[in-house]
């Protein structure tokens, strides 16, 4: 049985996971399973299962989200609202010259400061779509801060011939860091240049955080992601998609029981993620916290060797 | 040139079924997924078709009553796409609808190929993304093979006997295809394009353990090194995919004998097929290639995810 699992770790390594994860990597984080809940051997053999479960995306496969995001979910329909708008014109140069005016007057903007990975992600995003880098923008060189008696009370476009700002992120989770930052200025920005599209794309997006996204103070129905994660994503929960047809030694209630005892060793208030997130998800550039901790987390206080690393950030 | 990206696609809720506009006839494949099923009831049109693949193996008393229904007596998608052709009658003027979720691989690239030759213009497909497959990576689809690799029918084109073959393949979860057709020919050289960003986040994954098991060891790096990538549910960036492959290939050296093999969504399936209608056909020496398919599973899928609706214009001008 642990052979057969490890065998297929090892598969995904190589040809999902393209060789980042490495093998003793792997074995260090399971030595983090001591027999706490249940046997040691059982423990390990949980995790291991869970994760083969776990959905891994390497550098070429962040490229390739990029590239889809932008050629499938930014070009191609907007190529088709022009065609549209033109009688259904089936003249290619037209609708590329088209294209370009429209790209020309976009500008793609990271969401938090240049150090997030939002805006870390940008780089690659202008990288493989082959992108000039005047379409690119933060928050400060694109709007302009309107003060009253020192205090900031809203944002102006400073480019007047910019039509649309897309905002760009990785994930939204909890939806609280977009909200944090932007559903102070959004508002404002409407109501100073209501002609002005405010949309946001992202690669990955839960329920819970789209729904934040697309409300009337932030992308008001313009935000939309890659992969969507409904609460089949919850891992732990019964309607979880990654164990639905597991083996019959299989239990989600000990699966649960491992993940939370370790993971409030971790992070008490967030044994399973941030927010309860539960999302068996990591990137090569990082791993979101809404994560379970213990398959990130390396902590100070407690000895614990992560399998994919996340770089927290100070805020 | 052909720019794919300004042939029209929307994206549907399983809701919105009864709002897609009317059509003369809608045709879909006969099968026990309840997402085609759904799709039958609800849409609108005049008539509505049943194609039954044999490939199913129904009894008559599984299929569906007072119904009309194709039901052609042999495997060969050539005459699978006569017979349904035969039984649509005279299309000039009539606007046509299918579902091709059910639809067998064989059949769908022999029917698309056959609207366009008989001068078809658009065709409006639409597809239905299941919530997940019945048992993720364990799916098993083909039930059982002949054994036999072969071009289909109608579609094969003259092959250089100095040129090398390549085969361009739209890697799925069906290992067992994947297997046969690249082990069907000595020094093929395999462009695996992989469905990504496929339909849902974990299903890349699950096809990735699966694809890995059809490899040949000495195809390993390959699987690695010549591999595309193309999104498992839009036909349009699948078929841009194909054409940049065959660019590189075209301008690397002497122009290759291509295969092209679509074994992974029905979607990218369509996206081989109308790379070859719209150009492949007019380079020469590309011909669609697939294992022959004896009995299929019925049911493999859990769900109705969404709804895809894309107008496929099957003429160059």
Known sequence: ?315 | MIDYSIYYQQELHPSEINGIAHHDIFVSAFNSSERVRKVYEQISADRKIWLVHPEYRYDADELPQNQEMVLPKVNNEAEQTYDLLASLGPLDGKTLCIDITGFMRHVLISLMAGLARVSVAQVTVLYSEPESYAKQEATQFSTSTSGSVRTILGMRQTRDEQAPDVLILGVGFDDKLISEVINHKEHLVVYPVLGFPSLSPDMFQQSAIRAARSAAPALDEAWITKRYFAPANNPFATATVVSEIVKRLDLAGIPPNIYLSPLSTKVQVLGFVLYWILEGQYRGAISPLLPECDTYAQETTIGLKRLWKYDVELQRK
């Open chain 1, 1 to 315: 049985m642990r052979t057969d699992l490890e065998s297929a770790i090892q598969t995904l390594r190589r040809h999902a996971w393209d060789d980042e994860i490495q093998w003793p990597q792997v074995e260090r984080w399971l030595n983090n399973f001591q027999g706490e809940v249940v046997d040691r051997e059982d423990e390990q053999l949980y995790a291991l299962y869970a994760l083969t479960r776990f959905m891994y995306f390497g550098r070429s496969l962040v490229r390739e989200m990029l590239r889809s995001l932008y050629r499938d979910h930014f070009e191609a329909p907007m190529k088709q609202r022009l065609r549209r708008a033109n009688n259904n014109t089936r003249d290619v140069q037209l609708l590329e010259n088209l294209y370009q005016n429209e790209l020309h007057t976009t500008r793609f903007l990271g969401v938090g400061n240049p150090a997030e990975s939002g805006a870390h992600l940008l780089y690659y995003f202008r990288q493989e779509n082959h992108l000039p880098k005047n379409l690119f923008a933060d928050l400060s060189s694109a709007f302009e801060p309107q003060a009253r008696n020192g205090q900031t009370v809203g944002f102006v476009p400073r480019d007047k011939k910019v039509k649309r700002y897309v905002f760009f992120d990785d994930l939204v989770g909890s939806g609280t860091q977009v909200s944090q930052y932007l559903s102070g200025c959004l508002p404002s920005i409407r109501a100073e240049a209501p002609n002005v599209e405010l949309a946001y794309m992202c690669l990955f997006g839960t329920k819970k955080g789209m729904e934040r996204a697309n409300e009337a103070d932030l992308f008001d129905g313009r935000a939309q992601c890659l992969f969507f994660l409904d609460d089949s994503y919850k891992a732990f929960e019964k309607s979880s998609r990654y164990f639905q047809s597991s083996p019959t030694w299989f239990s989600l209630d000990i699966m649960r029981r491992i993940a939370e005892h370790y993971g409030a060793k971790l992070w008490a208030n967030d044994p399973l993620g941030y927010r309860d997130g539960q999302l068996l998800l990591s990137f090569s550039h990082n791993t979101p916290d809404n994560a379970p901790p213990i398959f990130w987390d390396e902590n100070f206080y407690v000895q614990w060797a992560p399998v994919f690393l996340r770089y927290s950030k100070i805020y």
